[in-house]
């Protein structure tokens, strides 16, 4: 059966049973800022479950388009894992419960497929409930399902919540045997690769609070409204019904992974065993390939493209690996996705037309993006594969974190890529250097920062719209929305729908980025339409410039407008100024008058503080620095501006900023009797409104200067509750109280390196034991002793280079003797070699014999050099190449 069949059917029946058919929301979720994409089928009925809003329907189905991206690194490797996938599901908004949801999944399971249904063997079907609800077993039995396929499971299986208080409730798992092939017997907690899950029935009838974990929480009652919320995964269910392995082999993956394997001249399924995770590495790549390349489909689909952030970035690094992984399976005949894309829409457009009908407009983002990878792939990995012989060649297992930087910051090479580059050659990239260098050159790009800003028109045009209509009127300390006048447009003479421009009001809310704090964002409307504040700057004092994205018909100058902020924001970037103003005040006090500002950032919910300083802030200074602007927090200050002379500020002794400019007038902005300080941002009216400030590093950014980075109010609070949840877990597992986590941790981490260097002395005597054995087996190749072995899977490096020059010296000096091993290790294989003086002398040369054997590649001098980086596959070719060189 279709994937789009299977879809088609989910909905029919449960329009059948009246649920209204909803359609997928678009993959980014734009509703909710913790999220890059949707990544649940339930997450646009969220505020019907959380009665935020009144559902206009009692019972609803949909399929879902998510995107799960912690799943990035696991696509492939399992049958579980994909990053694009659609989930069914039926909900029910205080109609049917428990009973209903049963008995409409039974069917539609189990019904007959001329019927509708899927036609799955109901004595192959397993069902999971929590632990006490006897009411869901007694209605699975009613249904046929007999008492030893129904298993009672803990909350951690079959109990669900969001993790926040709310609604929450037991659920029912439906389980497919897909028999003694794929797994042992004995039900979903013996094996849940043999025993596949395709559905989950939640049933929300509780309430909960004090929400300490997942698992651990405090349940006040049931719902007055009881709601059923299912998810089927369309791959899955696929995958059962047309009797396939796992996702990467139904009717919309298969036949982009057929055609890489075929453009690669790799055969898929090289291991006999059915489970994934026990796949070849080659098999794991084409599934990678598939998924990405169905995935960057939808997501360009959904008005996503590639970009250094967010979901942007998301996409990139989607395009990227399948880029990456087709060119290691050999593909080197230009760019693939124009061959493989256009197979991702045929596969996918049954369901979703709209893929075909955009294609061109997809294509053109995923096509330039493979043209502008390969470009930085060429250049970047040529350094990245010198950088890691030279790192070997100097018996190093951390590349430098300059080269990481020089890869990224003059190649566009990205960080991600070089460290599992370096993983696959058994290297770690020093990534703390890495970041130091990127904090250095954000540093020095702050001085053409505001440039860069305003580069949207020149200084000339600024001039003269400052000129023509004088200063522009800031009244974003008193109000939030006015009525005001378009002014002018900067470069245009109107802007249509779709346009980004600038212009300028006669008098503007929005606070124009400055003084550390971000600008104000919202909305500009007019009589002809309406556009999207997407940044406020002011190129010259008194001239306030709003770059704004037209969404509504166009805009013109003269036009009277009405001007809104987005006041969630501005409150939550005023708390963060706020407490920056304490943070600063609280840094002098324990530190001294010198521990002045340097910077800052204040974004909505988190800060960040540069100042000046000798050397590092004690952690204990931290805590109390912490500890004591929370007191603060606490006494209920009032906050409050007030405009007078510099002289006067100064007397009452207002903190200045060093190299501010500041006119003959200023703002003084006071914390109670705390904190005094001249300053032109928003702030909150009491300390108290700040709800809570934590404090999350302190690092040095440059000679005498730190930076404190914080989280501030809700974000706070949220950071709290999940680091909660991780110290109670590690306390758990320790069985330790919460307080001597920490040493329990230290103490483990200094057993676990002493039992690292005990292994590694047993290794590498390991190795070593047969060095007498290979030596006096070593075979006579043209008059030169020949030793060519393969060291065990794992060898180190260095136990390479040891045993090499162990079985050599054990070779006469008089015999011409070549030595080279092979090893193996994260799916790469690497070689060295060996020469004694004597083969030197009849023009023999180690490196000579790794790059005949390596194409050009590796390094070292004539006695010892080395290479690798081919599959681990070619370990036996190497050898059988340096003795044919002999």
């Given at each position: 059966?279709?994937?789009?069949?299977?879809?088609?059917?989910?909905?029919?029946?449960?329009?059948?049973a009246?649920?209204?058919?909803?359609?997928?929301?678009?993959?980014?979720?734009?509703?909710?800022?913790?999220?890059?994409?949707?990544?649940?089928?339930?997450v646009?009925?969220?505020?019907?479950?959380?009665?935020?809003r009144?559902?206009?329907?009692?019972?609803?189905?949909?399929?879902?388009?998510?995107?799960?991206?912690?799943?990035?690194?696991?696509?492939?490797?399992?049958?579980?894992?994909?990053t694009?996938?659609?989930?069914?599901?039926?909900?029910?908004?205080?109609?049917?419960?428990?009973?209903?949801?049963?008995k409409?999944?039974?069917?539609?399971?189990?019904?007959?497929?001329d019927?509708?249904?899927?036609?799955?063997?109901?004595?192959?079907?397993w069902?999971?409930v929590?632990?006490?609800?006897?009411?869901?077993?007694?209605?699975?039995?009613?249904?046929?399902?007999?008492?030893?396929?129904?298993?009672?499971?803990?909350k951690?299986?079959?109990?669900?919540?969001?993790?926040?208080?709310?609604p929450?409730?037991?659920?029912?798992?439906?389980?497919?045997?897909?028999?003694?092939?794929?797994?042992?017997?004995?039900?979903?907690?013996?094996?849940e690769?043999?025993?596949?899950e395709?559905?989950?029935?939640?049933?929300?009838?509780?309430?909960i609070?004090?929400?300490?974990?997942?698992?651990?929480?405090?349940?006040?009652?049931?719902?007055?409204?009881?709601?059923?919320?299912?998810?089927?995964?369309?791959?899955?269910i696929?995958?059962i019904?047309?009797?396939?392995?796992?996702?990467?082999?139904?009717?919309?993956?298969?036949?982009i992974?057929?055609?890489?394997?075929?453009?690669?001249?790799?055969?898929?399924?090289?291991?006999?065993?059915?489970?994934?995770?026990?796949?070849?590495?080659?098999?794991?790549?084409?599934?990678v390939?598939?998924?990405?390349?169905?995935?960057?489909?939808m997501?360009?689909?959904?008005?996503?493209?590639?970009?250094?952030?967010?979901?942007?970035?998301?996409?990139?690094?989607?395009?990227?690996?399948?880029i990456?992984?087709?060119?290691?399976l050999?593909?080197?005949?230009?760019?693939?996705?124009?061959?493989?894309?256009?197979?991702a829409?045929d596969?996918?457009?049954?369901?979703?037309?709209?893929?075909?009908?955009?294609?061109?407009?997809?294509?053109?983002?995923?096509?330039?993006?493979?043209e502008?990878?390969?470009?930085?792939?060429?250049?970047?990995?040529?350094i990245?594969?010198?950088?890691?012989?030279?790192?070997?060649?100097?018996?190093k297992?951390?590349?430098?974190?300059?080269?990481?930087?020089?890869?990224?910051?003059?190649?566009g090479?990205?960080?991600?890529l070089?460290?599992?580059?370096?993983?696959?050659?058994?290297?770690?990239?020093?990534?703390?250097g890495?970041?130091?260098?990127?904090?250095?050159?954000?540093?020095?790009?702050?001085?053409?920062?505001?440039?860069r800003?305003?580069?949207?028109?020149?200084?000339?045009?600024?001039?003269?719209?400052?000129?023509?209509g004088?200063?522009?009127?800031?009244?974003?300390?008193?109000?939030?929305?006015?009525?005001s006048?378009?002014?002018?447009?900067?470069?245009?003479?109107?802007?249509?729908?779709?346009?980004?421009?600038?212009?300028?009001?006669?008098?503007?809310?929005?606070?124009?980025?400055?003084?550390?704090?971000?600008?104000?964002l919202?909305?500009?409307?007019?009589?002809?339409?309406?556009?999207?504040?997407?940044?406020?700057?002011?190129?010259?004092?008194?001239?306030?410039?709003?770059?704004?994205?037209?969404?509504?018909?166009?805009?013109?100058?003269g036009?009277?407008?009405?001007?809104?902020?987005?006041?969630?924001r501005?409150?939550?970037?005023?708390?963060?100024h706020?407490?920056?103003?304490?943070i600063?005040?609280?840094?002098?006090?324990?530190l001294g008058?010198?521990a002045t500002q340097?910077?800052?950032?204040?974004?909505?919910?988190?800060?960040?503080?540069?100042?000046?300083?000798?050397?590092?802030?004690?952690?204990?200074?931290?805590?109390d620095?912490?500890?004591?602007?929370?007191?603060v927090?606490?006494?209920?200050?009032?906050?409050?501006?007030?405009?007078?002379?510099?002289?006067?500020?100064?007397?009452l002794?207002?903190?200045?900023?060093?190299?501010?400019?500041?006119?003959?007038?200023?703002?003084?902005v006071?914390?109670?009797?705390?904190a005094?300080?001249?300053?032109?941002?928003?702030?909150?009216e009491?300390?108290?409104?700040?709800?809570?400030?934590?404090?999350?590093s302190?690092?040095?950014?440059?000679?005498g200067?730190r930076?404190?980075?914080?989280?501030v109010?809700?974000?706070?609070?949220?950071h709290?509750?999940?680091?909660?949840?991780?110290?109670?877990?590690l306390?758990?597992?320790?069985?330790?109280?919460?307080?001597?986590?920490?040493?329990?941790?230290?103490?483990?981490?200094?057993?676990?390196?002493d039992?690292?260097?005990?292994?590694?002395k047993?290794?590498?005597?390991?190795?070593?034991?047969?060095?007498?054995?290979?030596?006096?087996?070593?075979?006579?190749?043209?008059?030169?002793?020949?030793?060519?072995t393969?060291?065990p899977?794992?060898?180190?490096?260095?136990?390479?280079?040891t045993?090499?020059?162990?079985?050599r010296?054990r070779?006469?000096?008089?015999?011409?003797?070549?030595?080279?091993?092979?090893?193996?290790?994260g799916?790469k294989?690497?070689l060295?070699?060996?020469?004694?003086?004597?083969?030197?002398?009849?023009?023999?040369?180690?490196?000579?014999?790794?790059?005949?054997?390596?194409?050009?590649?590796?390094?070292?001098?004539?006695?010892?050099?080395?290479?690798?980086?081919?599959?681990?596959?070619?370990?036996?070719?190497?050898?059988?190449?340096?003795?044919?060189?002999?």
């Amino acid at each position: 059966m279709k994937t789009a069949e299977i879809k088609r059917r989910f909905l029919a029946h449960f329009e059948g049973a009246g649920h209204t058919v909803v359609p997928s929301a678009p993959l980014p979720a734009i509703a909710d800022p913790n999220l890059l994409f949707i990544n649940a089928g339930m997450v646009q009925f969220v505020p019907f479950f959380l009665g935020q809003r009144t559902p206009p329907y009692p019972r609803a189905a949909s399929v879902q388009k998510c995107i799960r991206t912690p799943d990035i690194d696991e696509v492939g490797k399992t049958s579980r894992h994909g990053t694009f996938f659609q989930m069914n599901g039926n909900f029910s908004f205080g109609d049917y419960f428990k009973d209903g949801a049963i008995k409409l999944a039974w069917d539609l399971s189990t019904n007959p497929v001329d019927k509708g249904g899927f036609g799955l063997d109901p004595e192959r079907i397993w069902a999971t409930v929590y632990l006490d609800d006897d009411e869901a077993i007694e209605i699975w039995k009613k249904t046929g399902l007999p008492a030893e396929r129904i298993v009672r499971r803990g909350k951690k299986d079959n109990f669900w919540s969001m993790g926040i208080p709310g609604p929450a409730g037991p659920c029912s798992e439906l389980y497919y045997d897909r028999g003694p092939a794929y797994g042992k017997e004995g039900g979903p907690e013996v094996d849940e690769d043999r025993y596949l899950e395709f559905w989950n029935l939640v049933f929300m009838q509780y309430e909960i609070t004090n929400v300490r974990s997942k698992e651990d929480f405090d349940i006040v009652g049931e719902l007055p409204a009881k709601n059923i919320d299912t998810g089927m995964g369309l791959e899955r269910i696929a995958s059962i019904l047309q009797g396939v392995d796992n996702l990467y082999e139904i009717d919309e993956v298969n036949p982009i992974l057929s055609k890489a394997a075929e453009m690669t001249g790799k055969r898929y399924g090289q291991t006999v065993s059915k489970v994934a995770g026990e796949s070849h590495p080659d098999d794991v790549r084409l599934r990678v390939i598939a998924d990405h390349v169905r995935t960057a489909l939808m997501v360009i689909s959904d008005g996503v493209t590639p970009s250094n952030e967010g979901r942007g970035y998301v996409l990139r690094r989607i395009l990227r690996r399948a880029i990456r992984s087709i060119r290691l399976l050999g593909w080197h005949e230009g760019p693939a996705l124009p061959i493989l894309l256009p197979i991702a829409r045929d596969c996918m457009s049954p369901s979703y037309p709209e893929v075909a009908a955009d294609f061109d407009r997809i294509s053109t983002y995923a096509y330039g993006e493979e043209e502008a990878f390969l470009q930085t792939l060429k250049a970047g990995t040529t350094i990245l594969d010198t950088a890691v012989t030279e790192t070997r060649a100097a018996s190093k297992t951390v590349l430098s974190g300059d080269k990481a930087f020089q890869l990224h910051d003059t190649y566009g090479f990205p960080i991600d890529l070089t460290l599992e580059i370096a993983a696959e050659q058994g290297l770690t990239v020093d990534e703390e250097g890495f970041r130091r260098l990127m904090a250095e050159q954000r540093t020095r790009a702050k001085a053409d920062a505001k440039a860069r800003k305003t580069g949207h028109a020149d200084l000339s045009q600024f001039r003269a719209a400052l000129e023509q209509g004088g200063p522009v009127e800031f009244t974003g300390y008193r109000e939030v929305a006015r009525e005001s006048v378009v002014r002018s447009l900067l470069g245009a003479a109107a802007g249509g729908q779709g346009e980004e421009i600038s212009l300028v009001l006669d008098a503007t809310p929005f606070y124009a980025e400055g003084g550390g704090q971000m600008p104000d964002l919202g909305v500009i409307t007019t009589g002809s339409g309406k556009a999207e504040v997407l940044d406020v700057q002011s190129p010259l004092p008194g001239l306030i410039v709003h770059r704004v994205k037209i969404l509504e018909g166009e805009i013109r100058p003269g036009e009277s407008a009405f001007a809104e902020i987005d006041t969630a924001r501005r409150r939550a970037v005023s708390r963060a100024h706020t407490a920056t103003h304490l943070i600063h005040q609280t840094m002098r006090n324990f530190l001294g008058e010198s521990a002045t500002q340097a910077g800052s950032l204040n974004a909505p919910g988190r800060l960040r503080f540069d100042f000046n300083t000798p050397g590092a802030v004690p952690q204990s200074v931290l805590h109390d620095v912490e500890q004591q602007v929370n007191e603060v927090l606490l006494r209920d200050l009032l906050v409050h501006a007030f405009v007078t002379s510099q002289e006067e500020a100064r007397k009452l002794g207002a903190m200045a900023l060093f190299g501010e400019k500041y006119g003959d007038e200023v703002r003084v902005v006071e914390v109670g009797d705390y904190a005094r300080e001249l300053c032109g941002g928003t702030h909150v009216e009491r300390s108290s409104q700040l709800g809570l400030v934590k404090i999350l590093s302190e690092s040095s950014i440059g000679s005498g200067v730190r930076r404190v980075e914080a989280l501030v109010g809700l974000d706070a609070f949220g950071h709290l509750a999940r680091e909660h949840v991780l110290v109670s877990r590690l306390a758990e597992l320790f069985r330790v109280p919460g307080d001597q986590v920490a040493d329990r941790v230290e103490q483990t981490v200094a057993q676990l390196r002493d039992a690292e260097r005990e292994l590694e002395k047993l290794r590498t005597q390991l190795v070593l034991a047969n060095a007498g054995g290979l030596a006096d087996a070593a075979k006579d190749v043209h008059g030169v002793a020949y030793v060519g072995t393969e060291a065990p899977e794992g060898t180190s490096a260095n136990e390479v280079r040891t045993l090499v020059q162990e079985i050599r010296g054990r070779i006469p000096a008089e015999r011409p003797a070549v030595v080279a091993v092979a090893a193996r290790a994260g799916g790469k294989a690497s070689l060295v070699v060996g020469i004694n003086a004597a083969a030197k002398s009849r023009g023999l040369s180690a490196g000579d014999l790794v790059k005949g054997a390596l194409s050009g590649r590796g390094g070292g001098n004539a006695d010892l050099a080395q290479g690798g980086g081919v599959p681990a596959a070619e370990a036996p070719t190497l050898l059988a190449a340096v003795e044919r060189a002999l």
